[in-house]
């Protein structure tokens, strides 16, 4: 039973235009989640997160999306850069933190 | 701020061997969590640690797998003995506290291979 899901395991972008993540979760307990980037041979690192409270939080060029109604998060980068290229992991959190299976991101210079 | 330190970072065993991680959190960090990350999935909590005493290890195999953190700082994560399924990325993550809005920091992982 997966209660958080990113059914995009990979997706390719141009440099320069915007990458949009998304992540579908089924538990409406969840009140808080996150978004981690994870490179090759590192662990995952904290990227942006919002509280259930508020439906959009911005951190430079990201920004995270939240729609309770539907349950769903997604992750915007704009623009996006070469050095966005990792695996990006959503979260969510009720008592612990459950994580997506993950969605490799590609910029394409 | 040094970062959450794992050793080893890579082991290759055989089944029914037995193998132990360590992991030292980043300092002053009381909440301590292990992660276990089969290939092709999100990172699932195996067990955390608030300072020296278990918080949550409802998914850890207990039957297998044991870990401890003996005076609150440093932990290890033991199995014994393991089994082909136990192949995976074992990251140790810290925070600050345990609070619903604290930020977990991940160590690089120590990869297992069981053969």
């Known amino acids: 039973d997966q209660q958080v899901k990113q059914n995009s395991p990979s997706l390719s972008v141009q440099e320069g235009r915007i990458s949009i993540l998304n992540c579908d979760y089924t538990n409406s307990m969840f009140d808080y989640f996150l978004w981690y980037k994870k490179y090759p041979a590192e662990g995952p690192t904290f990227l942006i997160s919002?509280?259930?409270?508020?439906d959009k939080n911005e951190d430079g060029r990201f920004t995270v999306f939240l729609n309770k109604s539907a349950k769903h998060l997604s992750l915007h980068i704009v623009p996006s850069q070469p050095g966005d290229s990792a695996v990006y992991f959503c979260a969510a959190k009720d008592e612990k933190l459950t994580f997506g299976t993950g969605t490799r991101l590609t910029i394409i210079p | 701020e040094a970062g959450v330190a794992q050793s080893p970072r890579y082991k290759i065993i055989e089944k029914r061997q037995s193998v132990a991680f360590w992991c030292n959190p980043i300092s002053g960090h009381a909440t301590l969590y292990w992660y276990q990350q089969i290939l092709g999935q999100g990172p699932k909590l195996l067990i955390q640690f608030q300072n020296n005493g278990v918080v949550d290890d409802s998914q850890l195999p207990k039957d297998r797998f044991s870990a401890e953190r003996l005076k609150g700082v440093d932990s290890t994560l033991k199995i014994q003995p393991a089994k082909l399924e136990d192949s995976a990325v074992y990251l140790c993550?810290?925070?600050?506290?345990?609070?619903?809005?604290?930020?977990?920091?991940f160590g690089p992982g120590t990869r297992l291979t069981v053969l």
């Open positions: 919002i509280s259930s409270i508020k």
């Open positions: 993550a810290s925070s600050l506290v345990a609070g619903n809005t604290d930020t977990q920091y």
